[in-house]
């Protein structure tokens, strides 16, 4: 299953969610883009959005508007469809609607993986090799990983320093998987002072010693955070 996080409100991109990509709303433009892989629900937090997702033919949950991360929402989102425990579920950022189906289709392999090992804790997402130039973009969040392709950090600034002059970067993509069960546990955890200090809820995970298994995979597509990144997607995939 794979549930689209969704909120209204944008500090940097009032409404982003809702802004016209080709002659359909980023989110409608997301769910239609993976619809094909499994069934798409998407999670918001306003009437206007379960209104749109409503008027394509997308299915829809409301959900809190107090959560303060995507990955809480899509937890509420399974518990009221009432996902069984060890089920996948992917979580597709809203403001990704150029994702590859081949980047979702290689993370489900992952995860079928990590539940045939019997993992006590699935969790995984993708990155790509990104050049010297993008890693400086704090917008785009930058993941080192261990020699078993754990994450070990993920940064806004770039990582690892390059004091050598030989040092690679590599980007984060925001899909995360996760089983129903893994999912409740993440949710479960207490906020971690590196979470508030990056906003970035993965570190959640990392801080109280859970692993995130990562997947590098070849990707164009980006997440939309500005207005700027709306135009530049638009030019480079022609809508």
Do not use: W
């Amino acid at each position: 299953m794979i549930i689209i996080p969704a909120r209204l409100a944008s500090t940097r991109f009032p409404e982003k969610v809702l802004a016209d990509i080709g002659g359909l709303p980023m989110v409608i433009r997301t769910a239609k883009r993976v619809e094909g892989i499994d069934r798409v629900v998407v999670a918001c937090d306003d009437e206007k959005i379960l209104d749109i997702c409503a008027q394509y033919g997308v299915e829809a949950r409301l959900t809190s508007t107090t959560h303060k991360s995507g990955t809480d929402r899509i937890n509420e989102c399974a518990q009221i469809i009432d996902v069984p425990d060890d089920e996948l579920i992917i979580n597709v950022q809203a403001d990704e609607p150029f994702i590859e189906t081949e980047v979702l289709e290689l993370l489900i392999e992952r995860l079928n993986e990590l539940k045939k090992q019997n993992a006590p804790f699935i969790m995984a997402s993708c990155y790509n090799a990104i050049n010297t130039e993008s890693a400086q973009d704090p917008n785009l969040v930058k993941v080192i990983t261990d020699a078993d392709h754990n994450a070990i950090y993920f940064s806004r600034s770039p990582i690892p320093f390059n004091r050598s002059g030989e040092a690679n970067y590599f980007g984060h993509i925001g899909i995360y998987g996760f089983t129903k069960k893994s999912l409740h546990d993440f949710c479960a955890l207490g906020e971690a002072p590196l979470e508030d200090i990056e906003k970035l809820e993965q570190l959640r995970a990392l801080y109280h010693g859970k692993k995130i298994s990562m997947i590098k995979v070849a990707s164009a597509g980006f997440g939309i955070d500005t207005v700027e990144d709306l135009e530049r997607a638009k030019k480079i995939f022609g809508v």
